[in-house]
T-cell receptor, first 113, second 115 residues
Framework: DVKVTQSSRYLVKRTGEKVFLECVQD?????MFWYRQDPGLGLRLIYF???????EKGDIPEGYSVSREKKERFSLILESASTNQTSMYLC???FGGGDEKLFFGSGTQLSVL | AQSVSQHNHHVILSEAASLELGCNYS??????LFWYVQYPGQHLQLLLK??????LVKGIKGFEAEFIKSKFSFNLRKPSVQWSDTAEYFC?????????????FGTGTLLAVQP
């Protein structure tokens, strides 16, 4: 089975801190994604990557950046955390090449105080 | 911009009742359509998908969905729900043939099935 692993299940940070969320997939997937999930808003795409060192903005990239130095790893960075970034963050990956089935990690619940 | 609307935010049913969850999308071109499900405490997982061909697609656990192009809809159905179907359901759409295949999700529908 495909495994998408997010490094932390729960994270508590202070306003202004730089936050790193890590995601690793073990199936050599081309595409990787970061979403945030908020009650009543569903999943909103922050950033995605379709190749190593390639990235594209999603629908809500403000306040975030990403890094993909290796194919299996996709990091989400909150440059200066703010309280409105308190959310559940979901990483996902897919094979690419037209196969759009997403495999999700278990999520990181981030609280910014 | 593409958008996905799920009109039912919360649905409460008794076991054995029939289920239909609405999903409408805004994009006018060729689309790929998906339903994902998140059971309590579990990862999001794919329930079913439509790429082309028969507009009635069948997924896991007895779910099916019908693509109606003229109505821009992709409603999810199940004839008889079970308590174990309690979950949050997300409709998603992607633009066929784009350079990258990002999915746009709806806001989700929370289904609670009472035993």
């Amino acid at each position: 089975d495909v495994k998408v692993t997010q490094s932390s299940r729960y994270l508590v940070k202070r306003t202004g801190e730089k936050v790193f969320l890590e995601c690793v997939q073990d199936m050599d997937h081309e595409n990787m994604f970061w979403y945030r999930q908020d009650p009543g808003l569903g999943l909103r795409l922050i950033y995605f990557s379709y190749d190593v060192k390639m990235k594209e903005k999603g629908d809500i990239p403000e306040g975030y950046s990403v890094s993909r130095e290796k194919k299996e790893r996709f990091s989400l960075i909150l440059e200066s955390a703010s309280t409105n970034q308190t959310s559940m963050y979901l990483c996902a990956s897919s094979f690419g090449g037209g196969d759009e089935k997403l495999f999700f990690g278990s999520g990181t619940q981030l609280s910014v105080l | 911009a593409q958008s996905v609307s799920q009109h039912n935010h919360h649905v409460i049913l008794s076991e054995a009742a029939s289920l239909e969850l609405g999903c409408n999308y805004s994009y006018g071109g060729t689309v790929n359509l998906f339903w994902y499900v998140q059971y309590p405490g579990q990862h999001l997982q794919l329930l079913l998908k439509y790429f082309s061909g028969d507009p009635l697609v069948k997924g896991i656990k007895g779910f099916e969905a019908e693509f109606i192009k003229s109505k821009f809809s992709f409603n999810l159905r199940k004839p008889s729900v079970q308590w174990s179907d309690t979950a949050e359901y997300f409709c998603a759409v992607s633009h066929y043939g784009g350079a990258t295949n990002k999915l746009i999700f709806g806001t989700g529908t929370l289904l609670a099935v009472q035993p």
